[in-house]
């Protein structure tokens, strides 16, 4: 009987571990299946994300202003002649003026107001009351302001007695005696008439306008180029300075950009016209309107960044999801807990490297970009003006 007893005991035990195994195994084929959609989803989103076109700016066209102002006849008014003054009045009949009587206004008579005269420094009252008062008024405000810094400095020197070795009260005694005694100084400043001919001037402040003719990414420092769209002129735009078709070159530099960043700073360093003539420029970059660095469109790389960190995040919500159903009390929810921990410090690690991934900047070739001129540009050494008769 005991033998049997046992028997049945072992059966059953048998037939329980076959099915914890079976849930065991029914689990782990739902954790694989659940891990391999999510990761089809995640490489979808990731190969779908280049193939975005990236948006360019539009640009709006500059509206011409001569030919959007409306055409407008004026006429000059006639003047009116005698013989159209004597049809208009064929009698006048000439009024004469009256003067009426008017009664008398007793007025009160006006109070005598100092007569001010004016001097080589200052304004002289003369009343001789008023002159004495103002003086009076300068004798107390002088007498109350020098006895405010005699208790000061007594105060100083009281506190200089005491800690005679102490260097902050000399130097603040020092300080507050020139600043008694010593107003602020303004360095005047005075015009004067530029040494440059306007002729062959170009301005600083100007904005030359330009085509893009290499693309921008920001990931690696490197040089660009742009053609200039328009003719520049000379300061006072008689003389033709920079001929349209020039070829400007600069470069920049990467890591500018970061999160909540969307501009590019671009140095132009010359410009290289038709006529081979090279015109060291040295001026910041701006985009179509005149601000400064260059817009473009923004890769934040949001994949890169946090696709591997959520990744593992999802292995350890399955693993612990395994570890609970199964019991910390055996041994797979040992393992289970064991990987959990792993897969735990591999996206901590995985995201403190990824999460200084920065933005890339991309501005398309043809785009229009801005040129800030810096500095004067003096084109007296490589034009001659002459006149043509």
Not at 36 to 54: D, T
Not at 220 to 247: H, P, Q, R
Not at 314 to 332: A, E, P, R
């Amino acid at each position: 009987m005991q033998e049997k007893e046992q028997e049945i005991y072992n059966d059953d035990k048998r037939i329980e571990l076959e099915e914890q195994s079976i849930n065991t195994k029914r689990l782990q084929v739902y954790a694989i299946m659940g891990l391999c959609a999510l990761v089809l989803v995640l490489l979808g989103i990731y190969f779908i994300n280049p193939f975005k076109k990236e948006p360019k700016e539009e640009i709006k066209e500059p509206t011409n202003i001569e030919s959007s102002v409306k055409e407008k006849t004026f006429e000059i008014p006639k003047e009116e002649t005698l013989a159209d003054i004597l049809e208009k009045n064929p009698d006048p009949t000439p009024q004469l003026n009256t003067q009426q009587s008017l009664p008398m206004l007793a007025m009160d008579p006006k109070p005598n107001v100092p007569r001010i005269v004016k001097g080589q420094t200052s304004s002289l009252i003369a009343t001789e009351q008023s002159a004495q008062t103002q003086q009076n008024h300068y004798d107390q405000s002088y007498k109350s302001e020098h006895e405010t810094i005699d208790r000061a400095q007594n105060y100083i020197n009281q506190l200089m007695e005491r800690n005679p070795n102490n260097t902050n009260i000399q130097q603040n005694n020092s300080t507050r005696e020139s600043d008694s005694y010593h107003g602020e100084v303004y360095t005047p400043t005075a015009a004067n008439i530029g040494a440059f001919d306007e002729n062959l001037l170009l301005p600083k402040g100007t904005y030359i306008g330009c085509s893009l003719k290499t693309k921008i990414i920001s990931e690696v420092k490197g040089g660009i180029a742009c053609t200039i769209s328009n003719d520049v002129y000379s300061a006072n735009g008689n003389i033709l300075l920079i001929e349209k078709g020039s070829t400007v070159t600069g470069q920049f530099k990467s890591g500018q950009i970061d999160d909540g960043v969307n501009r590019l700073f671009v140095i132009w360093q010359e410009v290289r016209t038709p006529n081979n003539v090279v015109i060291p420029m040295d001026s910041g970059g701006s985009d179509a309107l005149g601000a400064s660095g260059i817009s473009g469109y923004i890769d934040n790389h949001y994949i890169k960044r946090f696709g591997s960190a959520i990744l593992l995040s999802v292995i350890d919500d399955s693993l612990l999801l395994l570890s609970n159903s199964l019991g910390n009390n055996t041994g797979y929810g040992i393992y289970a807990q064991g990987a959990r921990e792993t897969s735990n410090n591999i996206a901590n690690t995985t995201l403190q490297k990824m999460i200084n991934i920065k933005p890339t900047l991309y501005k398309n070739q043809g785009d229009i970009v801005g040129i800030y001129v810096n500095r004067d540009i003096d084109f007296s050494k490589v034009y001659t003006l002459r006149n043509i008769h």
